[in-house]
């Protein structure tokens, strides 16, 4: 059992601080994957059975289960109900679990099944050809029987195992519809009409494995890119070392042509790394000293030695891998509804065959012909294609955007992303780099004291600003450090989400803010020199520019000492980014900010953004994103995924850029990119719409085939082969439709 903190994929109770924001479930809601023994068979109805019986425990909030691909996912109130309890009832059920060491093997396993699924298959068609042979050239009944013995017995393997299973569940599928419609074929006399559709059933049912593992592998090969040792440095020499037990602070090094091991930060060295397999940037990105590394990327040049910040199992890949396999458990509104209609559909075609033997013989119709058309009518409306038709398409898109560095953390979001009618963007980090640069340092012409310097009022900043996280503050420290300057020791920091900061130095209180800043928390203060700044800040922002007054509090006065300007530049291809949006079909799009308006509007100008809300606090972007949601119903949020936490858990679908470093992102967002490319939205957008028509397409061919040959065989009748051929091509068909969207790269 693989097991997680607290949820975080319910947008509620969001708790919002003035330095930091989290989004959390429950303080003791978790959830655990279970890795089960997967069953023969295409029905799940059994799995919907094992869900009941577990929702009737106290302190389950939700489970998903599917037979098909061997996990359970399950949430639950730890302070009710513990995990052995929850493994005790999966057991009650006959229901073997996995250990860790099984689910370590459990790709070369899956690997197995298949080929022997493959070897009955091929088994079947033998059997079926040589009972077909034998009967046209009337040759000896022993062999002819024998033949269709084979095929029977191993085109029924499968087949007959899930109905079983799901019978032990008190429940039916489709798996026992293909099996009485079989042995229905032959005590009629027609077996080989039987053996095709048991043929077909498990050549199709192979297929289907192979479609949905194909899906799944393509996520799991990304362990495979990361190296099993790292070359740790150890009392200056360099040690091989299994990465597993190399620990938070070791050193190792990476020569040019390695794969990085681990997460980590370069401590030394210059080179660039290619992060497609994490993020999907195409080109390789520059490293230096200070700069953030992720394990399974590969260094293409220069020798980097790298400082471990995360262990092998907290990693980026780490996380990626784990956090996709919970996302493919997790099923999209469509499947929910298919599930749930299973049981009742076969029920209902039981019924409806039992009605064709019934009615035609009570009006005195023949037996036999009776029989195989009810039959044929059996296999007909058999679901198989309906019920196949959503995982394939939706574990495809999964796996299709994690190979792009796309982290969908559900296939209800992957549905999201196709009806998303408006966008709101944040701008710092998001539409514009995030690299803020101090621009100007200026100190107020009037000022008393006139031996200020520009250098001793950016001193002054930068020991107030040292302690905030802001990109504002970053950008001045820095600065600051470029300047060599000497930065006092500032003592009580306290900050104003969305508006400044203060902290006491030996020469007063300094404050550092906006005008929100200074017309509330300084409202009462008589401030020398207020007008004068306010002007020059209102001059800058109409120039672009970001701009905050520095201000003085010593012995009962309170004086406008300067301002700081700052400039931010917007990121290669947002414009372009924002007219591929509008190509797909996205009507509104918005830019949400707490920078000033002027600043805001010309980013806006120049990208191409609709609206401007700007000068907000968190909880503001949240009222805004709430308001977007009842003008517009679908709305996407993209935001940087910590400051943006509370918006992005509000929205339709949360979109967090840069992820692979951060933890707030991972848990937060509906969509995660893994990379800092704003390209990847518009591919968000077009991957959901694009799933949206495969599924289309897919239940149209589904219901297409059921509705024609029904229609058909209660209108004329036809042969039980061009029934069987029918259902199970469709089956075949809607599988390889939704396997297309894994090499999705618009």
Same mark, same amino acid.
């Given at each position: 059992m693989n097991s997680r903190g607290p949820t975080s994929n319910v947008k509620s109770n969001q708790l919002i601080g003035a330095e930091n924001v989290a989004v959390t479930e429950s303080p003791s809601l978790s959830t655990c994957t279970i890795h089960i023994e997967r069953r023969g068979g295409r029905g799940d109805a059994g799995a919907r059975a094992l869900e009941r019986h577990l929702r009737r425990l106290s302190g389950i909030h939700d489970v998903d289960i599917s037979f098909r691909t061997g996990d359970a996912r399950i949430t639950?109130?730890?302070?009710?109900?513990?995990? $052995? +309890?929850?493994? /005790?009832? %999966?057991?009650? *059920?006959?229901?073997?679990?996995?250990?860790?060491? $099984? +689910?370590?093997? /459990?790709? %070369?396993?899956? *690997?197995?099944?298949?080929r022997q699924e493959a070897v009955f298959v091929g088994l079947t068609l033998l059997g079926m050809a040589v009972g077909l042979v034998t009967g046209?050239?009337?040759?000896?009944?022993?062999?002819?029987?024998?033949?269709?013995?084979?095929?029977?017995?191993?085109?029924?393997?499968?087949?007959?195992?899930g109905a079983v299973e799901t019978l032990r569940h008190r429940a039916v599928d489709i798996d026992l519809l293909m099996i009485v419609a079989a042995l229905g074929a032959l005590s009629i006399g027609a077996p080989f009409e039987g053996a095709m559709l048991l043929f077909l059933f498990s050549l199709s049912n192979t297929l289907q494995h192979y479609a949905i593992g194909r899906s799944r592998r393509a996520i799991k090969s990304l362990v495979e890119m990361r190296?099993?040792?790292?070359?740790?440095?150890?009392?200056?020499?360099?040690?091989?070392?299994?990465?597993?037990?190399?620990?938070?602070?070791?050193?190792?090094?990476?020569?040019?042509?390695?794969?990085?091991?681990?997460?980590?930060?370069v401590a030394s060295g210059e080179g660039t790394v290619d992060q497609a397999s994490l993020t999907g940037e195409s080109v390789p990105v520059p490293?230096?000293?200070?700069?953030?590394?992720?394990?399974g990327t590969i260094n293409e040049s220069g020798s980097l030695e790298i400082e471990v910040t995360r262990q092998a199992h907290e990693s980026a890949i780490s996380r990626l891998i784990t956090m996709v396999e919970e996302a493919q458990s997790e099923k999209a509104p469509t499947q929910r509804l298919i599930d749930r209609l299973e049981q009742p559909y076969v029920l209902g075609v039981f019924g409806l065959t039992i009605a064709a033997i019934a009615i035609p013989l009570g009006l005195g119709s023949e037996f036999t012909s009776t029989f195989y058309r009810a039959m044929t009518l059996m296999v007909a409306a058999s679901p198989c294609a309906v019920i196949i038709s959503t995982p394939a398409a939706v574990l495809s898109a999964i796996a299709s955007g994690g190979r792009q560095g796309v982290l969908f953390k559900g296939g209800e979001h992957v549905e999201a992303a196709a009806n998303i009618d408006a966008v709101a963007f944040d701008k710092t980090g998001t539409l514009t780099r995030g690299e803020t640069q101090l621009t100007d340092v200026f100190v107020?012409?009037?000022?008393?004291?006139?031996?200020?310097?520009?250098?001793?009022?950016?001193?002054?900043?930068?020991?107030?600003?040292?302690?905030?996280?802001?990109?504002?503050?970053?950008?001045?420290?820095?600065?600051?450090?470029?300047r060599a300057l000497d930065v006092p020791d500032a003592q009580r920091f306290q900050s104003a989400a969305g508006k400044g900061v203060r902290a006491d130095l030996d020469d007063g209180t300094i404050h550092i803010g906006n005008r929100s800043y200074v017309k509330t928390v300084l409202e009462d203060a008589a401030i020398e020199g207020l007008e004068p700044g306010l002007d020059r800040l209102q001059s800058l922002e109409a120039e672009g520019k970001t701009s905050v007054l520095v201000v003085r509090e010593h012995a009962?006065?309170?004086t406008v000492l300067g301002w700081l300007t700052f400039t931010d530049t917007v990121r290669p291809g947002a414009a372009e980014m924002i007219e591929e949006l509008r190509s797909l079909g996205v009507e509104h799009i918005v830019m949400l900010t707490g920078d000033n308006e002027r600043v805001a509007q010309q980013i806006a100008d120049e990208v191409g953004i609709d609206e401007v809300q700007a000068e907000l606090l968190p909880e503001e972007k949240v009222a805004t994103i709430e308001d977007l949601v009842e003008r517009h119903e679908n709305v996407a949020m993209v935001g940087d995924g910590v400051n943006d936490a509370p918006a992005l858990a509000t929205a339709t679908l949360g979109i967090a850029m840069g992820g692979a470093g951060t933890d707030v992102a991972l848990e937060t967002a509906d969509v995660v990119l893994m990379g800092d490319d704003i390209g990847k939205i518009p591919y968000v957008l077009g991957l959901g719409r694009r799933t949206r028509r495969t599924l289309t397409v897919n239940l149209a061919i589904a219901f297409g085939a059921i509705a024609l040959m029904v229609g058909t065989i209660l209108l004329r009748g036809i042969p039980l082969p061009l029934a069987v051929v029918g259902h199970e091509g469709s089956t075949v068909l809607v599988s390889l439709n939704g396997l297309r969207l894994l090499g999705f790269r618009e």
């Open positions: 639950y109130d730890g302070s009710v109900i513990s995990e $052995e +309890t929850i493994r /005790d009832a %999966v057991r009650d *059920r006959h229901v073997s679990i996995q250990d860790e060491s $099984e +689910t370590a093997t /459990d790709e %070369v396993s899956t *690997r197995s099944e298949l046209w050239l009337e040759g000896p009944q022993l062999l002819m029987w024998a033949g269709y013995g084979v095929a029977y017995v191993f085109g029924g393997w499968y087949g007959l195992k190296p099993d040792e790292a070359q740790v440095l150890r009392d200056g020499e360099e040690v091989t070392v299994p990465i597993d037990e190399v620990v938070v602070g070791d050193m190792f090094v990476v020569r040019p042509g390695d794969k990085i091991p681990l997460d980590g930060v490293k230096e000293p200070g700069d953030e590394v992720f394990g107020r012409d009037s000022l008393v004291d006139e031996s200020l310097t520009a250098d001793e009022l950016l001193s002054l900043a930068a020991a107030v600003q040292s302690r905030s996280e802001h990109h504002l503050a970053r950008a001045t420290v820095s600065e600051a450090e470029d009962g006065t309170v």
